[in-house]
């Protein structure tokens, strides 16, 4: 069963209003998840690593300003798009490791498909 | 140079075929290696970690070459519910904490 969960699947929202979604590990803490995006036919970027209470990490290239990340619990990561765009429509997805996350397997959450109008 | 880099495809196999895909990666310190796969506009699951000795779960087998720094994935006995995007996964050059993906390669399996 999944391991991971993420909310809402989809939303189609308009521009300049702002998207939370939600990820969730079930039946286990994660101190570190990582929320990634996909352009279609594009590989996986990895957005940002959100540490559980305290700051996320972004990488090169995303605003952390536009993308919040709110890791307030050890099950619960939020990422906030904010004054959305159409090239933010995209696909959303977050993960999680059950242990040393650099060297064990990911788990994903299903996916949030952002579409801005 | 790509990190991570994978034969985009489509690879397109009759029912039953084997077929193989490699993944070359870039950092030679690299320890860890996935394959996932992801179906369309699904999130991407894990297949099989590949460990150094190699190794094989039911139709799929996945091999490790260090000295020439590539993963391989080999599906015998091909399904139509193969069909998919194949995700060759490493950690990546800033370190051991960052996976980092490849573009995937495409597998159509046709009756």
């Known amino acids: 069963g999944a391991v991971v969960s993420q909310h809402p699947s989809w939303v189609i929202c308009k521009s300049g209003t702002s998207v939370k979604i939600e990820c969730r590990s079930l039946?286990?803490?994660?101190?570190?998840m990582f929320w990634y995006r996909q352009f279609p036919k594009q590989s996986l970027m990895l957005m940002a690593t959100s540490n559980e209470g305290s700051k996320a990490t972004y990488e090169q290239g995303v605003e952390k300003d536009k993308f919040l990340i709110n890791h307030a619990s050890l099950t619960l990561s939020t990422l906030t798009v904010t004054s959305a765009h159409p090239e933010d429509s995209s696909f959303y997805i977050c993960?999680?490791?059950?242990?040393?996350?650099?060297?064990?397997?990911?788990?994903f959450g299903n996916g949030t498909r952002l579409t801005v109008t | 140079r790509k990190e991570v880099e994978q034969d985009p495809g489509p690879f397109n196999v009759p029912e039953g075929a084997t077929v193989a895909f490699n993944c070359t990666y870039s950092?030679?310190?690299?320890?860890?290696f996935f394959w996932y796969r992801q179906d369309c506009r699904k999130e991407p699951k894990l297949l099989m970690s590949v460990y150094s000795s190699g190794n094989e779960d039911g139709r799929f087998t996945a091999q490790l070459n260090r000295a020439s720094q590539y993963i391989s994935l080999l599906i015998r006995d091909s399904k139509l519910s193969d069909s998919a995007t194949y995700l060759c996964v490493v950690n990546g050059n800033t370190g051991f904490q960052k996976l980092v993906f490849g573009t995937g390669t495409r597998l159509l399996v046709s009756p």
């Open positions: 993960s999680a490791s059950f242990g040393d996350w650099g060297n064990s397997p990911l788990h």
């Open positions: 950092n030679s310190a690299s320890q860890s």
């Open positions: 039946d286990f803490q994660a101190t570190t």
